[in-house]
């Protein structure tokens, strides 16, 4: 499939983005307050400020590049259907799921104010929703080359900018994190242009060159961005693209357990956020001694609760997508 790559990066940005998590853990002083400091030594700098700033934008920039190359193909044509399927797709597992976290994960159990769109990790899910029906309305209305790019440059700048939006569903996010969606549809719609251009001037190194460099001398947090972080990173993940779309045939099929787990991205985000903090709570110290495995095993430690967590959160999706509920809910 010509897409294969495309699964690839989306595994893997999901596995990135549950590190992150995860990791974070580590050195939140509620959590392990003894070795707080350890662990924001060791991991605060990558955690931060690296990975989950190029995965959480990957991951927005698939869902934009395959809602473009669907919609090319003659899916996606009517407004009204759009927003039935991904109402049912995201918004539904977004109260249904927002409402189980608040009755089992001890915090304030006031199902209104899922309304404003922003519960936990699982705001992605209900700003996501308003990317189809906007990234229409482009798709459909703004034909010229020139204004997308324009459009383009206003939301990316937007990414650096704070929120202004009211909080209702969601859509407060829409200004900061649309220019990633935006990207990815650009991207599908003129990627044979821009592989050739890219191939014919040998750009990509160059593309990948200002990230590394913006994140040496001036790392910046998750969230915390500036106009020239957020052109940096559009320019990596341009870079990245072209390098996973021109991997040859040998190499993807080593990536093929990244393309089955590809499945289950959207069950594992849902469950790892909900699944780690258990993992690590007060009742989990008094049966494990995972404080002193935490003080003793700086590397391994982190590690094994996060393959455990992902490990974790792939049972409960594969188990629920063996129903039809769960289908609905997260296939």
């Known amino acids: 499939m010509k897409l294969t790559y495309i699964s690839i990066l989306r595994s893997l940005s999901i596995l990135v983005v549950v590190f992150f998590h995860v990791y974070q853990y580590m050195y939140v002083p509620a959590h392990f307050p003894e070795t707080v400091q350890m662990y924001h030594d060791a991991y605060f700098w990558f955690n931060q400020c690296v990975g989950i700033n190029i995965a959480m934008p990957m991951f927005t920039l698939i869902a934009g590049f395959l809602f473009s190359y669907l919609y090319d193909k003659g899916k996606y044509q009517e407004l009204l259907p759009l927003i039935k399927k991904k109402a049912m797709r995201l918004l539904l597992p977004y109260f249904v799921f927002g409402i189980l976290m608040m009755a089992t994960t001890g915090v304030s159990f ?3 104010e899922l309304y404003t769109g922003g519960f936990a990790h699982l705001w992605y899910l209900s700003f996501l929703f308003w990317c189809f029906p906007l990234g229409w309305f482009i798709k459909k209305y ?3 080359v020139n204004v997308q790019v324009f459009m383009l440059v206003v939301f990316l700048l937007g990414a650096s900018q704070e929120k202004f939006l009211p909080m209702i569903m969601g859509i407060h996010n829409i200004s900061k994190w649309f220019g990633w969606f935006m990207l990815g549809m650009l991207l599908s719609s003129y990627q044979t242009k821009i ?7 040998h750009l990509v190194i160059l593309l990948l060159i200002p ?21 940096c990173v559009a320019s990596f ?16 099929r080593l990536c093929q357990p990244l393309v089955w787990l590809s499945k289950y991205s959207f069950g594992i985000y849902i469950f790892h956020n909900w699944v780690g903090p258990y993992m690590i709570s007060s009742t989990a110290k008094r049966i494990f001694p995972l404080e002193d495995l935490a003080a003793n ?8 609760l996060t393959l455990s967590v992902i490990c ?11 129903t039809k509920v769960g289908r609905m809910l997260i296939g």
Request: aromatic share 20%; hydrophobic share 50%.
């Open 211 to 231: 990230f590394l460099l913006q994140i040496y001398f001036s790392p910046l947090e998750y969230g915390d961005q500036t106009w020239y972080s957020v052109f």
């Open 110 to 112: 006031r199902p209104w």
């Open 297 to 304: 095993h700086v590397v391994l430690f982190p590690l094994m």
């Open 142 to 144: 703004m034909k010229s």
């Open 195 to 201: 592989k050739k251009v890219i191939s014919k001037y």
């Open 237 to 252: 993940l341009v870079g990245i693209l072209y390098i996973f779309a021109n991997i040859g045939g040998r190499i993807l």
């Open 312 to 322: 974790i959160s792939w049972c409960l999706s594969w188990a629920l997508m063996q």
